[in-house]
């Protein structure tokens, strides 16, 4: 027998708890990998099939679906895979739910027949999934603030190109929806408030070395966003930086903010009494409307309303009661895709302008509440992020996509939404507390040896 007992290794008598993910932090990644990634991110990003779709009056080229599978067969075999999060769980079942909740309603023959509709599917799965995987897929944390930065670039060229549509717009109108109005190269304005939007507080989270820099960034997005003529553009603003001063505690940033945005509305405001037409030049239709567009955007900077802007106030009323009246017709299966572009009887027809009845509407209950458990999702997301930078940029941005899907009607199909679900979900995946699910075994006391003789 040993004159002593036998020594118990700590080691042994108390694992280490295993941490619940694989660190990611020095995994080697191989750079064709990321890089290909980086270049498809920014490709969607800066929604270059549309662009080239309406410069060259094309209609329906099938680059976005085939370079999204080219990428995704490039990246797959190169990336490591992580685990899952519950973004994806709730993500699938939306996407499952308003893909084939659309074909159950009373107009599902229209929508059988309808091409653009599997087009639209796949941009959905695209946005919702698609660039939220590979990217966890295939870029390492240390990446993440790069690609940022590019995309934070891409997007201010596209305010400083929003801004010279509505100054050079004999020039450049073409590129926008409606005359007049700065579109970036999103084509559409709302679309290109909005990623103004979204991408002025990621500015905030990976700032450039130089104030300046940061600076001139962040003015030409608000210039962008004002450029864009969208009333519902500029009402975000408030909303995304009253959110990020309470999440972040800093009451000086919205002191700043708000200062910020005074001069740059009265400067815009300037500006917008600059661009009116000359005499004789609003007898057209579309220079009345150009005209009507800059009178309530002025009128709105000043903190005005006239008589018939309080009635147009109310479009979205009406618009909505329109909507609601078609989703009690069938409520629980829906309409069909497609059927709520037109359910406002106005010209050829008009949506909500309400992403919530959009989607109820078309796709049925169970779609509809998929949808909020999303959104819930995205809260919770950004609640559990751990990071202090980070998390009130997610709050900010969370708290905007709620507010616009009351006054949109196609929010989750937009080319940039995937690229901010991405970054949401890689920075949560990489900032989110570890779950304390194992089981730590008793720590056993040290044994201290027998004395000799005992």
Not at 38 to 56: D, E, G, K, M, R
Not at 251 to 257: E, G, K, P, S
Not at 286 to 300: A, D, I, P, V
Not at 378 to 406: E, G, H, N, W, Y
Request: proline letters at 6%; one cysteine or more.
């Amino acid at each position: 027998m040993s004159k002593y007992s036998a020594p118990i290794n700590p080691a042994m008598a108390m694992q280490p708890p295993m941490a619940w993910r694989r660190t990611t932090a020095n995994a080697r990644v191989p750079g064709i990998a990321q890089w290909t990634f980086i270049a498809f991110f920014l490709f969607t990003l800066l929604n270059c099939v549309p662009l080239l779709q309406h410069s060259l009056k094309t209609q329906g080229l099938p680059i976005q679906p085939v370079a999204f599978v080219l990428t995704a067969m490039i990246v797959i075999p190169f990336a490591r895979a992580k685990p899952s999060s519950s973004y994806f769980v709730v993500a699938w079942i939306l996407w499952i739910l308003f893909s084939i909740g659309g074909f159950l309603g009373p107009d599902r023959l229209a929508s059988f027949a309808d091409k653009g509709l599997y087009q639209l599917i796949i941009k959905l799965w695209i946005s919702l999934i698609g660039l939220p995987m590979f990217m966890l897929r295939a870029i390492s944390r240390d990446k993440i603030p790069l690609l940022v930065r590019l995309a934070v670039l891409g997007v201010a060229s596209g305010g400083l190109f929003s801004v010279a549509q509505i100054v050079f717009r004999a020039r450049l109108g073409a590129f926008s929806a409606e005359i007049g109005r700065g579109a970036g190269y999103w084509v559409d304005p709302n679309s290109c408030s909005h990623a103004l939007s979204f991408f002025l507080f990621y500015s905030y989270l990976f700032p450039f070395r130089t104030k300046a820099v940061n600076l001139a960034i962040r003015g030409i997005m608000i210039l962008g966003i004002l450029a864009t003529l969208s009333r519902t553009g500029l009402v975000l603003l408030p909303i995304g930086f009253l959110t990020y001063a309470i999440a972040a505690k800093r009451v000086r940033i919205l002191l700043q903010a708000g200062i910020a945005l005074a001069v740059v509305a009265i400067a815009a405001n300037i500006l917008v009494n600059l661009l009116q037409p000359k005499s004789g030049a609003g007898s057209s239709l579309e220079g009345y409307k150009s005209t009507l567009r800059l009178t309530r955007f002025s009128n709105m900077l000043q903190g005005k309303m006239a008589a018939d802007e309080k009635s147009t106030s109310l479009d979205r009323l009406i618009f909505w009661n329109y909507g609601w009246q078609a989703i009690m017709r069938e409520p629980i299966l829906g309409r069909g895709h497609r059927f709520m572009d037109s359910v406002v009887p106005i010209g050829d027809g008009l949506g909500p302008h309400n992403y919530y009845l959009f989607i109820w509407g078309n796709s049925g209950l169970f779609a509809f509440l998929a949808f909020l458990t999303f959104l819930f999702t995205l809260v919770r997301m950004s609640r559990q992020c751990t990071d202090p930078t980070a998390k009130p940029v997610m709050l900010a941005i969370t708290a905007m996509l709620i507010s616009i899907a009351f006054v949109d009607h196609a929010l989750m199909n937009v080319q940039f939404l995937g690229c901010v679900l991405a970054i949401m979900v890689s920075l949560h995946y990489y900032n989110r507390p570890q779950k304390r699910s194992f089981q730590q075994l008793p720590q056993v006391p040290n044994v201290v040896p027998r004395p000799r003789g005992a």
